[in-house]
């Protein structure tokens, strides 16, 4: 079992940054890949980035890639989502999940993950 806590949500300027933070309970946070995802209003979750369990591989969707950086610190059981160059269409709620390690590939869908965050809000005003 494994409990995800997000932070560093808020309100922010376009052209302005942010870091997430997802804390991560359990003593087997290392063996699970993670992923970041985000939902508005009458839209289905989408992908955001992905991170396999070493953190040797990474995974970006293409509206966020040159833009956001996911990392993690397997010692603080902690993934990291850092945000740049955020544009009002990043508003969102941001999700952290965690899953199995799929071979050489991440999942890039909602089922592919086992254990979800409750979300944080991210606003960018224009």
């Known amino acids: 079992q494994v409990q995800l806590v997000e932070s560093g949500g808020g309100l922010v300027q376009a052209g302005g940054s942010l870091r997430l933070s997802c804390a991560a309970s359990?003593?087997?946070?290392?063996?699970?890949?993670m992923g970041w995802f985000r939902q508005t209003p009458g839209k289905e979750r989408e992908f955001v980035a992905a991170i396999k369990w070493s953190g040797a591989s990474t995974y970006y969707a293409n509206s966020v890639k040159g833009r956001f950086s996911i990392s993690r610190d397997n010692a603080k059981n902690t993934v990291y989502l850092q945000m740049n160059s955020l544009k009002p269409e990043d508003t969102a709620v941001y999700y952290c999940?965690?899953?199995?390690?799929?071979?050489?590939?991440?999942?890039?869908?909602?089922?592919?993950?086992?254990?979800w965050g409750q979300g944080t809000q991210v606003t960018v005003s224009s």
């Open positions: 999940a965690a899953g199995p390690n799929y071979g050489s590939n991440l999942a890039v869908f909602p089922p592919g993950y086992d254990y």
């Open positions: 359990g003593r087997t946070f290392s063996s699970y890949a």
